[in-house]
């Protein structure tokens, strides 16, 4: 299953719609987002905490999973059944030679509980890659210099863009502050200094499309309870999951056309939002509504019809007939 995984990644990356393709700011870079869900052990699971002696986390498993958010499919997962904290989850996954975090010029998309400047800042010396996430309250900074904001539609709603100084870091960051659709003011931190602070605003926005993977996970491949014991089982049944992933999205894309099925309900939704001027549930920037119109969304009608697939004789004509109808009325 390991040896499967990267020439299947590497299928979807050369045949699924580049989801970023239109910012040419970000110059082909690999763009990742990185999360961590918990799993439940199983009734037969002798789990023990560290209040008890032991070395369990008292969440459940860890799965920290890594999203390539241009392909829109999970590409790896590091599996861990102890209590440990994310940013030492993230290094013992960057040791490993095949470690997506290891990928040149990558930009990483990431929750705040992975801020560790130091370990970013090593990755950005010694491969170009740089990453985004929210700002901490925790964090100290030491200095504060205002940057000018270029006069384009995708700065829109940037109040401040700041290079900043961080106590635990000797290089330069930014410090940005944004003000949402709905009138909210986000600070996100970065360590990149060239991208715009609108589409920097924008990206890390992608980063929840990870969730809709999660929820996919759980709710419809039974991944919220383990099935085995061993860290090797575990492992398994995640990678089994992101196999059957990317594998539907491949089926998606080469049964319905070049743009794939499409969640049309989601995008109508999106529409009604845009075009209301009062506060709506959505924060993503107006000027991406053209460039951005893709879901990671895994709909149980998709995988109702591939499990029945399975009892008749599949075919063009079948997916063209009951598939496509079947998600342009129901996703």
């Known amino acids: 299953m390991a040896a499967t995984l ?3 990644l590497a299928e979807a990356q050369a045949l699924l719609p580049d989801r970023l393709a239109d910012f040419p700011e970000l110059d082909g870079r690999p763009v990742y987002a990185a999360d961590g869900t918990y799993q439940t052990e199983g009734a037969h699971y002798g789990r023990r905490t560290p209040k008890e002696g032991g070395e369990d986390n008292p969440k459940g498993h860890v799965l920290l999973s890594f999203y390539n958010v241009r ?19 993230l290094r013992d996954y960057d040791e490993s030679a095949e470690a997506m975090t290891r990928d040149r010029g990558a930009l990483w998309l990431v929750d705040r509980a992975f801020i560790d400047a130091p370990f970013w800042d090593r990755k950005k010396q010694q491969r ?3 990453m985004i996430t929210r700002m901490k309250s925790s964090l100290c900074v030491d200095s504060t210099e205002e940057l ?17 100084t961080l106590r635990s870091s000797r290089k330069s960051w930014r410090l940005i502050i944004y003000r949402t659709r709905r009138g909210h003011l986000v600070e996100f931190l970065t360590n990149d ?24 996970w759980k709710n419809d491949f039974s991944l919220a309870k383990a099935w085995g014991t061993r860290l090797a089982a575990i492992e398994n049944q995640a990678r089994l999951a992101i ?3 990317v594998l539907t ?21 999106q529409d009604q939002r845009y ?12 000027w991406t509504r053209v460039v951005f119109r893709y879901t990671s969304k895994i709909s149980r009608q998709v995988l109702r019809f591939l499990k029945y697939c399975f009892n008749k004789p599949a075919s063009q004509a079948l997916y063209e007939a009951e598939l496509q109808p079947m998600l342009l009325r129901y996703l």
């Open 6 to 8: 990267p020439h299947l």
């Open 71 to 89: 392909v829109g499919c999970v590409a790896d997962v590091h599996v861990d059944t102890r209590s440990r904290h994310e940013t030492r989850l």
């Open 128 to 130: 170009g890659i740089t």
């Open 148 to 164: 000018p904001i270029a006069e384009i539609s995708a700065n829109k709603g940037v109040v401040k863009d700041l290079r900043i």
């Open 193 to 216: 200094l060239k991208l715009e602070p609108g589409l920097i605003a924008f990206l890390y926005s992608r980063r929840w499309e990870e969730e809709k993977c999660f929820d996919t």
């Open 243 to 245: 196999i059957t992933s």
């Open 249 to 269: 999205a491949l089926f998606l894309h080469r049964t319905l056309g070049q743009q794939g099925a499409v969640d049309e309900k989601a995008l109508r939704k």
């Open 275 to 286: 075009a209301s001027d009062s506060a709506d549930g959505t924060d993503r920037p107006e």
